[in-house]
C-alpha cells in the first residue's frame, strides 16, 4: 500500500513543485500563471517566464499557492488553491464570472506527475486544498471543473472532473458553459470535512 501524504507548497519545497510541474508538458510552461496573469504576460513568458513568476510568488507570498501530494516521499502531484481575488482572468471570464459577492477562495488547476496518474490522487489534492483554504481563513471554495462524457487528455483535466468535486462535497451553484460548471463547499466550521481519496 502507498504511503500518501497532502503538505503545503511552501517555499522549503519549490524544488518538489518544480519536479511534478516539469513531468507534465503544460504545466512546465504554464506554471499556474494562466489566471493570474495577463494574456500578454502569459504568452511572453511562456516556460522560463512564468516559472520564475510562480517561483517568485511562491517565495514570498504571505500563504502557501496550493498543495503538494507525495506518495512514498516523492512528489507526485500539484493543486492550485488561493483567494479568487488573486485570479484577474476568472473576473473577466464570461463563463466564471462571480456567480454573487460572497469572499470566495478558488482551486484552478492539478497537475500529476505521469507515473502517478489514475491513482486517486486528484481527489486527495482537493482534500488538502479545502483543509488548507480553511486554515488560512477561506469560507467558501469555488472550482470551475470539467464535465463530459468524452476522454479528456491531461491538458484538458488540469482544472479536475465534476465527480472528482462532487465526491469530495460539493455541489453545483450555477453552469454558463455545457461543461464547464461553478461547484462550490462551504468551509464553515459546522461544516463536515471534504471526503479524502485515497492512493492504492
Known amino acids: 500500500m502507498a504511503q500518501l501524504r497532502i503538505e503545503p507548497a511552501t517555499?522549503?519545497?519549490?524544488?518538489?513543485?518544480?519536479?511534478?510541474?516539469?513531468?507534465?508538458?503544460?504545466?512546465?510552461h504554464c506554471w499556474c500563471a494562466f489566471w493570474s496573469r495577463t494574456g500578454e504576460q502569459f504568452k511572453a513568458g511562456w516556460g522560463d517566464g512564468n516559472r520564475r513568476w510562480f517561483m517568485h510568488r511562491l517565495d514570498h507570498s504571505p500563504r502557501p499557492p496550493g498543495v503538494l501530494a507525495y506518495v512514498d516521499d516523492e512528489p507526485a502531484g500539484w493543486c492550485?488553491?488561493?483567494?479568487?481575488?488573486?485570479?484577474s482572468r476568472l473576473a473577466r471570464s464570461r463563463n466564471f464570472a462571480p456567480v454573487d459577492d460572497a469572499d470566495v477562495w478558488s482551486i484552478t488547476c492539478f497537475v500529476v506527475a505521469r507515473r502517478f496518474r489514475r491513482q486517486?490522487?486528484?481527489?486527495?489534492?482537493?482534500?488538502?486544498?479545502?483543509?488548507?483554504?480553511?486554515?488560512?481563513?477561506?469560507?467558501?471554495?469555488?472550482?470551475?471543473?470539467?464535465?463530459?462524457?468524452?476522454?479528456?487528455?491531461?491538458g484538458e483535466l488540469y482544472v479536475g472532473s465534476l465527480s472528482g468535486f462532487k465526491d469530495c462535497g460539493f455541489e453545483e451553484v450555477l453552469r454558463r458553459s455545457p461543461t464547464r460548471p461553478i461547484v462550490r463547499l462551504r468551509l464553515d466550521a459546522s461544516e463536515?470535512?471534504?471526503?479524502?481519496?485515497?492512493?492504492?
Open 11 to 28: 517555499p522549503d519545497r519549490r524544488g518538489d513543485v518544480a519536479a511534478v510541474m516539469s513531468d507534465c508538458g503544460d504545466a512546465s
Open 80 to 87: 492550485a488553491v488561493a483567494p479568487r481575488s488573486d485570479h
Open 120 to 154: 486517486g490522487l486528484m481527489r486527495a489534492l482537493i482534500g488538502g486544498a479545502v483543509d488548507l483554504a480553511r486554515s488560512l481563513g477561506a469560507r467558501c471554495l469555488e472550482a470551475y471543473p470539467q464535465d463530459t462524457a468524452r476522454k479528456l487528455g491531461s
Open 192 to 200: 463536515p470535512d471534504a471526503q479524502r481519496g485515497r492512493a492504492s
